[in-house]
């Protein structure tokens, strides 16, 4: 299974991939769901919302407009960010798998794991990390 923890590997993750589509990206500025996309945007990435109420009105973010399923993305996306319940992770896999091509890493952010989903992601080739902020590990190796 490759599950990423080491800190060159996590560096290289935020390096490599600019691409990132926020599962569960939410449009309160006080919550982690959107104050963690938008400092990566700040940052350079791109950042493609994916929350389909969000959708539904026709919202966008930071440039981009938000999308019900990772599969609507119509560009290649390198990260799958997720800010979901850990019992949520799961019904998520099938719009994983679904995207064209599939992303290179999944990243569970603070507080979220699901090992199972994970090893279904890493025997399609994708790297996942769970239970880490991209916003504190960004700060702390960029």
Same mark, same amino acid.
């Given at each position: 299974?490759?599950?990423?923890?080491?800190?060159?590997?996590?560096?290289?993750?935020?390096?490599? !991939?600019?691409?990132?589509?926020?599962?569960?990206?939410?449009?309160?500025?006080?919550?982690?769901?959107?104050?963690?996309? @938008?400092?990566?945007?700040?940052?350079?990435?791109?950042?493609?919302?994916? !929350?389909?109420?969000?959708?539904?009105?026709?919202?966008?973010?930071?440039?981009?407009?938000?999308?019900?399923?990772? &599969? @609507?993305?119509?560009?290649?996306?390198?990260?799958?960010?997720?800010?979901?319940?850990?019992?949520?992770?799961?019904?998520?896999?099938?719009?994983?798998? !679904?995207?064209?091509?599939?992303?290179?890493?999944?990243?569970?952010?603070?507080?979220?794991?699901?090992?199972?989903?994970?090893? @279904?992601?890493?025997?399609?080739?994708? @790297?996942?990390?769970?239970?880490?902020?991209?916003?504190?590990?960004?700060? &702390?190796?960029?």
């Amino acid at each position: 299974m490759t599950l990423l923890s080491q800190t060159s590997d996590i560096l290289r993750v935020l390096k490599e !991939n600019k691409v990132i589509a926020v599962v569960g990206f939410h449009r309160d500025s006080m919550k982690p769901a959107y104050y963690v996309p @938008e400092y990566m945007q700040r940052q350079g990435y791109t950042v493609i919302p994916v !929350n389909p109420s969000l959708a539904a009105r026709g919202e966008s973010f930071f440039g981009q407009k938000a999308v019900s399923t990772l &599969a @609507e993305i119509p560009v290649p996306v390198d990260v799958v960010e997720i800010f979901r319940r850990s019992d949520k992770v799961r019904d998520h896999l099938q719009d994983i798998l !679904n995207m064209q091509p599939l992303p290179k890493v999944v990243w569970l952010q603070l507080g979220i794991r699901d090992d199972q989903t994970a090893q @279904e992601l890493a025997a399609h080739g994708i @790297e996942v990390v769970q239970d880490r902020c991209m916003l504190a590990d960004h700060r &702390a190796m960029i």
